[in-house]
Every structure is written in C-alpha cells, then in structure tokens.
C-alpha cells in the first residue's frame, strides 16, 4: 500500500502542475500534505516533517547553491566564462566539443557535489552554447552525465564513500573499480544518449535553456576577458580546496595519522560551505577588483545571481519536503520488509532495493544509504567483492530520477524544458547510468 500511496502522490503532482498549471512549489507542498495524510502519519508531525524536509534539504544546498550561484555569476560577468568557452571551443573544434565538455564535468564532478559543479558549470556550457550557437542541451546532457555518475560512483562522494564504511570495502577499491565502471558509462550516457534524446524530444533541443537563471548575459571581445589560466583557476578553486582536504583525509585514515590542528584547518577549509565562500572572495578580486571593475557593480552581480534562483530554491526545498513525508510515513521500512528473506545475490539485491528506494525516497544519498542497513546482515554469507556491492548500490541508487529529487527540478528549471521534456531526458538519463552502471559491475564480478 504505501507504495500505491507514493504513486497516487506522483500522479497528483503531475496532474497539478501539467493539468492545472499550478506553481510547481506550491504543488509539491500540497501533494507532500495529501501523502502524509494517505501514509497515515500523525496529524501533529505533518507540518513538522515538511519543515524538516524543506529546511534538511535548503540546509545542506542553500549556502552551497547560492555563493556557487553568485561564483559562477561573477565569472561569467567579467568574461572568464566566455575565455574558457572560447578557449575550449580553439582547442577540441566546434566538432568535438561535447568531449571538452565530458572530461571539464568528469573532472570537476570527481571532487564536487553534484549540485556544485552543476552551478559552476552552468555558465561556462551556457557560454560554449552561445558561442557556437548549438543546443543548450546537447552540451547540457553530458555535462550532467559526468557529474551524476561521479557522484554515484565515485570517492570522496557521501554516498560510496560511507557505504563503503558500511560495508567494511576496500575505498581504493571502490575507487579503482569506480573509475573503470565509470568512464564507459559517461560515455554511453553523455554523448551517445544525446543522439538518442534528440530524436525522442526534439524540440527541447532548440530551446536556449533557462538564460534568466544567470541573470543577463554580456558579450565579450576576446582582449576584454580575463586570461584563461586565472579563469580557470578561480572557478576550480572550489575543486581544489575540497580535493586536497579529501585526499588528507583518505590518507589520515589509511595511514593512521592522529588528527592535529593542521588536518583540522585543512578539512575546514575543504568543506564545500568554505571552500565556496572562500572561492567567491576570490573571485572578487581576480573578476572584479583586479580588473578595476567597481566594487558595487560586483556586489550588483552577486544579488542578480541569488534573486535569479529564488523560485528554484523553493522548489528544490519542495522536492525535499515530499521526500521527508515519504521517508517519515514508512515507506523505506515497508520496502525494507520486502526483502527479508531473499535469496538474491547482494549485488543485484543491492542495486535493486537502492533502486526501489531511490524512485519512491528520491534522494540518491539516503537511497544507498538505507540500502546499506538492509543488504549489510547478508554480505556474511557470501564471497562476493565488497567494492562491487558498493557500486552496485551507488548505481540502483541513481535510476529514475523524478519528481521527488532535487536534481529534476534544477535539470528542469536551468534547460528551461517542459515535465515531458524533463522526463524523456533527465529521467530517462539517470535510467541509462543506472542500468549499464549495474551491467558493467556484473561484468566486472566475473573477473574480480
């Protein structure tokens, strides 16, 4: 039953927001109040779920989102964007592009969140887009190919990352594993996907994307821009400060090394709320001082960003208040009891309950993680390599992004696409990573 419940959620929120058209967040408010109400759940813990599901979610993204809001602004602004476009654009060809594009994300991806790099990497495709006059889509997908699949594969991400731990897995064996289970599929689901969507849907690929997300956009003469190399440097700066604490840590824990006020100051500034702000001052200078560029006018970038994302933050926070309803209303415990005594083996059995949990919870984080707890009692019984099942459940925990994640609505709302259009790629996207992400793990068990 709670599983039809979540059905009849899903089918409402469509219903208002492509029948009667009906703001997105407030339909995802109203839709999280009818499906606690169907789960059963206490009529004095509903609004308090949906605020500590809106406020969990704008908690862990509000300060990451915005200052990566007003970083990317600020490059963008000052033309950094457009030198690395055009500088991407003179080094792989117009006809290679969508790989300059693969290897930037897959690289940013590996040390960002994913709704990070997304907000990082916004304006630069925007810019390649623009320069080039291609589909902001078929830049677009396999931008957020490369990103998806590092985040759910791949160390220091949270969600293998403390699986692994879960599991007692070897993390460089997550790593390694990760990395070749990882490039195929970004491959099959960057730019061959692309080719693919573009028949599905081929409208959305003539649409520009949701330029009013970034405010409006300048045009450059090349000699007005920043140099490449500072350009560069001031958006991965972020990359780079949350990449050197990972790897203090990983080593920390490898090697035994005691904490120490050095490590401490480290992993602070490694922290992605930090490492944002600290990148935004940055860029400050290297976009705007430096340039002589007044300082209010600056200041004026960082407020046209936030104002800009306004309504997609309380979108975002909708979507995680339908997915604490979910959460709190027992579904993840009734997909729990279907499982108790399987058979399977827990590669598959992992994937699949990540799977099951990811399209009904919607976040990829709390779907692995709750997979854990249930396929960890199994794991004693079998020889399986633990690092395969870490992987496996990183890649059922990805399938079918939809309408109670996060990831949809940013997808949606930046390309500026329809629910249709959102499905048909987004949805369809994140499927693709999911399934060939299982089919090159089960590959990989027949030879570790």
């Known amino acids: ?17 492509m029948g009667l058209k009906l703001n997105t967040f407030v339909s995802l408010i109203i839709v999280s109040f009818v499906v606690a109400l169907l789960l059963g759940m206490p009529l004095d813990q509903i609004v308090t779920t949906i605020e500590a599901g809106l406020g969990g979610t704008l908690g862990h993204l509000a300060l990451i989102f915005g200052l990566g809001a007003m970083l990317g602004k600020l490059i963008a602004d000052a ?23 693969v290897v930037a994300s897959f690289i940013i991806g590996i040390a960002l969140f994913f709704e990070v790099g997304l907000v990082l990497l916004i304006p630069i495709v925007f810019a390649i887009s623009r320069q080039l006059r291609v589909s902001i889509l078929y830049l677009g997908i396999p931008m957020v190919a490369a990103l998806s699949v590092t985040h759910g594969f791949l160390p220091p991400h949270p969600g293998p990352t403390v699986i692994a731990g879960e599991y007692g897995a070897d993390l460089g064996q997550v790593l390694l594993y990760g990395f070749i289970v990882a490039v195929p599929t970004v491959i099959i689901a960057g730019p061959i996907f692309t080719k693919i969507a573009k028949r599905i849907v081929p409208e959305s690929f003539k649409k520009t994307g949701n330029i009013a997300s970034l405010g409006e956009q300048k045009e450059f003469n090349l000699d007005e821009t920043p140099g490449f190399g500072i350009s560069v440097f001031t958006a991965m700066l972020p990359v780079l400060l949350m990449s050197i604490a990972t790897i203090l840590t990983l080593l920390q824990k490898t090697l035994g090394w005691e904490s120490n006020s050095v490590l401490s100051a480290v992993q ?15 860029a400050i200078y290297t976009m705007g001082l430096a340039r002589q560029i007044p300082i209010k006018t600056v200041m004026d970038s960082c407020t046209t960003a936030i104002t800009q994302i306004g309504m997609m933050l309380l979108i975002i926070g909708g979507g995680g208040a339908f997915k604490q309803v979910l959460i709190d209303g027992g579904v993840g415990k009734f997909v729990a009891q279907m499982f108790e005594d399987t058979t399977l083996s827990p590669i598959l059995l992992a994937w699949i309950i990540a799977a099951i949990l990811r399209i009904s919870l919607g976040s990829a984080t709390v779907a692995s993680l709750t997979t854990a707890g249930l396929v960890i009692p199994l794991l004693g019984q079998s020889d399986v390599n633990l690092a395969l099942v870490v992987l496996a459940t990183g890649a059922g925990s990805l399938i079918a992004s939809h309408v109670n994640d996060a990831g949809f609505w940013m997808f949606k709302e930046y390309f500026g696409l329809t629910m249709k259009e959102t499905f048909a790629t987004w949805t369809l996207l ?7 992400g299982l089919g090159f793990v089960l590959l990989l068990s027949l030879v570790v």
């Open 430 to 436: 994140e499927t693709i990573i999911s399934v060939f």
């Open 268 to 282: 602070f500034i490694g922290n992605a709320s930090t490492a944002m702000l600290i990148s935004l001052l940055f």
């Open 79 to 101: 033309g950094g964007a457009q030198r690395i476009a055009m500088t991407l654009v003179a080094k792989f060809g117009e006809k290679n592009i969508q790989w300059a594009v």
């Open 1 to 17: 039953m709670p599983l039809v419940i979540v059905a009849i959620g899903i089918i409402l929120l469509l219903v208002l927001i």
